[in-house]
């Protein structure tokens, strides 16, 4: 693939062979991806991006990083032209297959590690396991390469520094959001209840003079029509909030599976009053009962909590193949 093969808009969170190709592409061109060519479309790449847009003159509309028609379209413009001649003085790193360890009936054994750091096991676990399969195999390793708490931390380190902002990003707009539209229908609940209670304390009014006028104020159908009144309008109060509360955990749910419940913490979830109708006086609403609209469940880990994760596994192993052909392996 060839930078100008590029069709689909990128941006970061994506991965792929043509975020690859870009990634390599801007790397040749003199602008800097520490982590190299990784696939994955992180800080480091998107700054790259800008970078770039911003010497050549590109209107991004406001989304400085994001890869789209107008940066396809400058690139495509820049090759066709007969005065393009890109850079090729840095190498263009190949893309990272991870090795995958061998039996073998050597007596070589692979030290295991336990630091109380799944994550950190995990890394150095693996490091021993690569240097053991090739000390069996008959290579020869380089005796200076330190397998470290410390070195496999600066990895986990540097992955982290690459893909979280990005998601952080991502879950505080989503909670974010959230937390809007939370407010939003505890007002509209406000507004509907406001209205409603208007709208008993009217037809209380009416049924109240139409009473007087039949003289049967006093009469025993009196106290059965002013029954049926607040019967009915306690149905109507018990069906606003219900409606109100589904709506807030159709809402807090798609966020909670979505971001996870830990990005959920400091949510606040505003309250509904549950209304019962008074026939007393000019009538009223008076509050029986508070409900939070919505509380999260608790526990929950997010599809996009599960992709950071991933994204940092993938950049891990990335950074741990490139120290290693740097320790000559």
Same mark, same amino acid.
């Given at each position: 693939m060839?930078?100008?093969?590029?069709?689909?808009?990128?941006?970061?969170?994506?991965?792929?062979?043509?975020?690859?190709?870009l990634q390599n592409w801007l790397i040749s061109q003199g602008y800097q991806i520490p982590a190299g060519a990784t696939g994955y479309y992180g800080e480091q790449t998107k700054n790259a991006v800008a970078q770039w847009q911003s010497a050549s003159g590109i209107d991004t509309a406001g989304y400085p990083g994001y890869f789209g028609p107008r940066s396809k379209s400058f690139i495509n413009q820049q090759i066709t032209s007969p005065t393009y001649s890109p850079d090729i003085s840095s190498p263009i790193p190949e893309a990272y297959t991870p090795p995958v360890a061998t039996d073998t009936s050597s007596d070589a054994t692979a030290q295991t590690y336990d630091t109380g750091d799944e994550t950190l096991n995990g890394i150095l676990n693996n490091f021993s396991e690569i240097i053991s399969n090739l000390e069996a195999s008959g290579q020869k390793i380089n005796p200076n390469i330190a397998i470290t708490p410390?070195?496999?931390?600066?990895?986990?380190?540097?992955?982290?520094?690459?893909?979280?902002?990005?998601?952080?990003?991502?879950?505080?707009?989503?909670?974010?959001?959230?937390?809007?539209?939370?407010?939003?229908?505890?007002?509209?609940?406000? %507004?509907?209840?406001?209205?409603?209670? #208007?709208?008993? =304390? *009217?037809?209380? +009014? /009416?049924? &109240? $003079?139409?009473?007087?006028? !039949?003289?049967?104020?006093?009469?025993?159908?009196?106290?059965? %029509?002013?029954?049926?009144?607040?019967? #009915?309008?306690? =149905? *109507?109060?018990? +069906? /606003?909030? &219900? $409606?109100?509360?589904?709506? !807030?955990?159709?809402?807090?749910?798609?966020?909670?599976?979505?971001?996870?419940?830990?990005?959920?913490?400091?949510?606040?979830?505003?309250?509904? +009053?549950?209304?019962?109708?008074?026939?007393?006086?000019?009538?009223?609403?008076?509050?029986?009962?508070?409900?939070?609209?919505?509380?999260?469940?608790?526990?929950?880990?997010?599809?996009?909590?599960?992709?950071?994760?991933?994204?940092?596994?993938?950049?891990?192993?990335?950074l741990r193949s490139k120290y290693l052909e740097e320790q000559g392996l």
């Open positions: 060839a930078i100008s093969d590029i069709t689909r808009n990128l941006e970061p969170g994506m991965s792929g062979s043509d975020v690859t190709e410390e070195v496999a931390q600066r990895f986990i380190n540097q992955a982290s520094a690459e893909v979280d902002p990005y998601y952080k990003s991502q879950f505080e707009s989503i909670k974010g959001d959230l937390q809007t539209n939370l407010n939003e229908l505890a007002a509209a609940y406000d %507004r509907e209840k406001a209205s409603s209670e #208007a709208k008993f =304390r *009217e037809n209380l +009014g /009416l049924q &109240t $003079e139409k009473e007087a006028t !039949a003289g049967t104020v006093f009469s025993g159908g009196r106290t059965r %029509r002013l029954g049926d009144l607040t019967s #009915a309008t306690e =149905r *109507e109060l018990a +069906g /606003l909030s &219900t $409606e109100a509360v589904q709506k !807030a955990r159709t809402l807090g749910t798609t966020a909670e599976q979505t971001i996870g419940s830990s990005a959920l913490t400091g949510l606040t979830s505003p309250n509904i +009053g549950v209304y019962s109708p008074s026939t007393t006086g000019r009538g009223s609403y008076t509050t029986s009962q508070i409900r939070s609209l919505y509380t999260p469940t608790g526990g929950v880990v997010g599809s996009e909590e599960r992709a950071q994760t991933l994204a940092k596994r993938t950049m891990e192993d990335y």
